[in-house]
């Protein structure tokens, strides 16, 4: 063994470009299976200064290039660009969009009914990182109970993998963890503007299965691989969260006056989120005066982090956004709870997409002239690069690189 290794012409690189080599490894998983080749990488990889040099390069390769793109459901925007390698021909792009994201995954699929032209249209679903331009197909989704259902909503909730996680000692006590990745994907179908079947992909057995939605009329929030949701009722307001890795329900009633729901005024526009590993819930009320509360899971209570009024963000924004009127709150920034994204109307025809910052108070225009009603409330998001890419889930059954035809691609989903 020790004469192959030595007869390999790798063995006689230097140790500075041996090192160069190998801190460029896509994770750590690939370089703690490098150490037991010899002792020479061994004793290189399990250095601190070569774990260092490991997440730095990473960090610095992913964590620049600005701001993360805005993602929306429709891909008529160009915007949408960066998931033009997904195969999915021209014909069929109005029905193609954006479900749902989880750091730098993105959970794509297709609006369709049963009825449409291609029936297994609406039971694809992607998942994809468009930074490595990697993706996947799931196997096709069940078929609904009814023909006249409609998926209404696709979400991909993730959470660590249980003892999978790798861990990188980076000297002076400091240690970077790298974790996988187990998730759930859950669709929700409805028939005539009412819930009436969830169906859940598990990443560890690659099928469907059917379950009863405990969410019958919300929009949810995936967080710490739990979901979220709220009930509003006429004096209270109730926080639900549901594990869909062990399919139970945990309820939390919060006062209205505290979750500051109220219709208030000219109305008022809300917007349920996460950032940074926490709740979010933001409010534009009348008059025009916008919030962002975060809830204290200890105290179970929402707390004030900024507020401003939108005629001090048009002020020190300059007079080009004098005339803006807040239409809805589309997102939050994922790492940046302080910043939101606003749907803004220019015309009957025509609106803009703003980046508002409560702490600075100020606006940024981020994309205009875009066609009203190209995208909506909570489907508007912005995937983000972290140090290590997410890998895409490959699976024997699953084509991760698949490169055929649309047709082939719907067919070989049939026979998972």
């Not at 009914?113 to 096709?140: H, M, S, Y």
């Not at 969260?241 to 139970?248: M, S, V």
């Not at 009024?309 to 007079?319: A, C, I, Q, V, Y």
């Not at 005339?323 to 749907?343: D, I, M, N, R, Y």
């Amino acid at each position: 063994m020790g004469s192959k290794i030595a007869d390999n012409p790798i063995s006689k690189l230097g140790d500075d470009l041996l090192e160069e080599i190998l801190i460029r490894l896509p994770n750590p998983k690939f370089s703690s299976r490098c150490r037991p080749v010899c002792k020479r990488w061994n004793s290189m990889i399990s250095n601190p200064t070569f774990n260092r040099r490991f997440v730095s390069h990473h960090r610095s390769k992913n964590e620049t290039g600005g701001e993360p793109p805005l993602l929306f459901p429709s891909d008529d925007h160009p915007l949408s660009s960066i998931l033009s390698f997904l195969p999915v021909p021209g014909e069929i792009r109005s029905k193609f969009r954006v479900w749902d994201s989880f750091k730098d995954l993105v959970l794509c699929g297709f609006n369709g009914r049963q009825w449409d032209t291609d029936p297994e249209l609406g039971r694809l679903f992607l998942i994809c990182n468009p930074f490595t331009k990697q993706w996947v197909a799931l196997p096709l989704a069940l078929e609904t109970k009814s023909r006249s259902c409609e998926t209404t909503e696709a979400k991909l909730v993730c959470q660590e993998a249980p003892k999978a996680n790798s861990t990188l000692d980076l000297g002076d006590g400091q240690v970077f963890v790298y974790s996988d990745y187990q998730f759930r994907v859950l669709v929700r179908h409805s028939e005539m503007g009412y819930c009436s079947e969830l169906q859940v992909f598990c990443s560890e057995s690659c099928k469907w299965s059917r379950r009863k939605d405990p969410c019958p009329h919300s929009h949810t929030v995936s967080l710490n691989g739990k979901e979220y949701w709220i009930i509003r009722k006429t004096n209270e307001a109730t926080l639900v969260r549901f594990d869909p890795f062990r399919l139970n329900v945990c309820q939390t009633t919060v006062d209205d006056d505290i979750y500051f729901f109220r219709r208030a005024g000219g109305g008022l526009l809300d917007h349920f989120s996460t950032s940074r590993g926490a709740l979010y819930v933001s409010t534009c009320n009348y008059p025009n005066v916008l919030t962002i509360r975060r809830w204290e899971e200890g105290s179970w209570t929402w707390t004030t982090c900024y507020e401003t009024r939108l005629e001090t963000l048009k002020r020190n924004s300059g007079p080009e956004v004098g005339g803006l009127k807040v239409a809805s709150l589309l997102a939050q920034h994922p790492e940046k709870p302080e910043v939101l994204f606003l749907q803004c109307h220019c015309d009957k025809i025509m609106t803009s997409v703003y980046s508002c910052n409560l702490r600075t108070e100020k606006l940024e225009l981020v994309a205009d002239q875009m066609t009203y009603g190209a995208f909506g409330r909570w489907k508007v998001f912005q995937p983000r690069t972290i140090c290590f890419s997410t890998p895409i889930p490959s699976y024997q059954n699953l084509l991760g690189m698949y490169s055929g035809s649309y047709n082939d691609l719907v067919q070989s989903r049939k026979s998972i």
